[in-house]
């Protein structure tokens, strides 16, 4: 099946730095990258959608200055959380697809800590 | 705005002791229902896609329905390593939305 990786798995980090997270599909080209965050005890919310080469386009809420989304290989799309806060401590998870929301496949997600 | 809703929030069961988690839904278009697993730490993992009312699918002791409002994932005589988080998500013309999930916990 298809893998999809993130990186680091776990970070912490102090309040007011910026932090890049990793996603790389492993074994296909993931055309679209879907990147999720995930509170304890609550569902994954669809943080915003990037395609490959293009402006990634976010939810309703989502700060697009803050959350910084870059994608721009096929293999490779990155997350960037600027100017961290506690609040922003969470599960970061991103999907890769060939194009469609249908089939995502998931990546182990990513612990982020902001003290 | 999409509406997934799951039940119960946590199961407690006994080995060999079948159950059924609940997942309903409001959804403008829906194109298709999904099933992950998720376990402690851990991203989703895909288990199952129906896509129209009357539909089933199995994998071993997995078996998911779908009526036009809601969807069921029956667990039939389930073992501890079936212990995991069972989510829920419907997609609509280009996202998922994640219901929060069923907490299984299978004791031998």
């Known amino acids: 099946g298809a893998v999809v990786s993130q990186h680091p798995s776990w970070v912490i980090c102090k309040s007011g730095t910026s932090v890049k997270i990793e996603c790389r599909s492993l074994?296909?080209?993931?055309?679209?990258m879907f990147w999720y965050r995930q509170f304890p005890k609550q569902s994954l919310m669809l943080m915003a959608t990037?395609?490959?080469?293009?402006?990634?386009?976010?939810e309703q809420g989502v700060e697009k200055d803050k959350f910084l989304i870059n994608h721009a290989s096929l293999t490779l799309s990155t997350l960037t959380v600027t100017s961290a806060h506690p609040e922003d401590s969470s599960f970061y998870i991103c999907?890769?697809?060939?194009?469609?929301?249908?089939?995502?496949?998931f990546g182990p997600g990513t612990r982020l800590t902001v003290t | 705005e999409d509406q997934v809703t799951q039940s119960p929030e946590a199961l407690r069961l006994q080995e060999g002791e079948s159950s059924s988690l609940n997942c309903s839904y409001t959804?403008?278009?829906?194109?298709?229902l999904f099933w992950y697993r998720q376990d402690p730490g851990k991203g989703p993992e895909f288990l199952f896609t129906?896509?129209?009312a009357g539909e089933e699918k199995e994998k071993e002791r997995l078996k998911a329905t779908l009526t036009k409002k809601e969807s069921f994932l029956h667990i039939t005589a389930p073992k501890p390593e079936d212990s995991a988080t069972y989510l829920c998500?419907?997609?609509?013309?280009?996202?998922?939305?994640f219901g929060a999930g069923t907490t299984v916990t299978v004791r031998a």
């Open positions: 990037s395609n490959e080469g293009s402006k990634a386009t976010y």
């Open positions: 959804v403008s278009g829906l194109r298709g």
């Open positions: 998500a419907v997609l609509n013309d280009y996202k998922l939305s």
């Open positions: 074994d296909f080209q993931a055309t679209t």
């Open positions: 999907s890769g697809s060939g194009g469609t929301a249908y089939e995502q496949y």
């Open positions: 129906l896509y129209s």
